[in-house]
């Protein structure tokens, strides 16, 4: 848990309540942890696996907001507010998380300051998250969007991506539909940015990758 942003400055007592509050579960894929609108029961930390959380539009189409790994937290801001989950949750493979129930965790929040100072910290940077997404949406074509996609994906290190969720979900991710990502995956590769094979993206040219990803619309 001390990996958690938001538990990373806890004590070890503090890890101790935390423990005692948290409950290890398993969940297959495809199970749906909770609904967008449905009372918020509490929130999660993924031990192992991966974990989409999404909305739905009224016609039934899917757009992915964010993909939690492991370490990451979720729904932690639904448990204050109006009590309410904002999105969808449901795992991409068999995943462990721990739960955190609402009201045993804000009573420990009451009890122990130094872990909702901890959490306000991580629900500030997921805003800072949801700005960035507003801001490519808004502002950035779909190749700069995709550009900077498989920048954040592959880290400041590595050059092979091989993509967790299937075509049509990161098209959904990006704000656009499959053919147009099947078409800047194309262009990308013609323009010896990137070599595409299947799920297994190679990053071949990161200097122009990075400029394509810094650009805005016209």
């Known amino acids: 848990m001390k990996k958690c942003p938001i538990f990373a400055g806890v004590t070890e007592e503090d890890l101790s309540y935390l423990q005692q509050v948290g409950k290890v579960r398993q969940h297959a894929k495809g199970e749906v942890l909770f609904?967008?609108?449905?009372?918020?029961?509490?929130f999660y930390v993924l031990l192992s696996g991966k974990v989409k959380i999404y909305k739905l539009s009224p016609e039934g189409k899917e757009r992915i907001l964010h993909i939690i790994h492991p370490g990451g937290t979720f729904a932690e801001a639904a448990i204050f507010g109006n009590g309410l989950y904002p999105a969808y949750a449901e795992p991409?493979?068999?995943?462990?998380v721990i739960f955190f129930p609402k009201k045993e965790f804000l009573t420990l929040l009451h009890e122990h300051s130094r872990i909702a100072i901890n959490m306000i910290a991580g629900l500030s940077r997921f805003l800072r998250q949801f700005t960035t997404q507003i801001e490519e949406l808004t502002f950035k074509d779909v190749p700069a969007r995709l550009a900077r996609y498989l920048l954040e994906v592959a880290g400041d290190e590595d050059s092979r991506i091989e993509l967790e969720i299937s075509k049509t979900q990161l098209a959904s991710n990006l704000g656009t539909v499959s053919e147009t990502l099947s078409r800047t995956l194309r262009k990308l590769s013609d323009d010896e940015l990137i070599a595409v094979n299947g799920k297994v993206i190679d990053i071949l040219d990161r200097d122009r990758l990075e400029d394509l990803a810094q650009t805005y619309k016209e």
């Open 35 to 42: 609904a967008d609108g449905e009372p918020a029961l509490g």
């Open 92 to 96: 991409l493979q068999a995943s462990q």
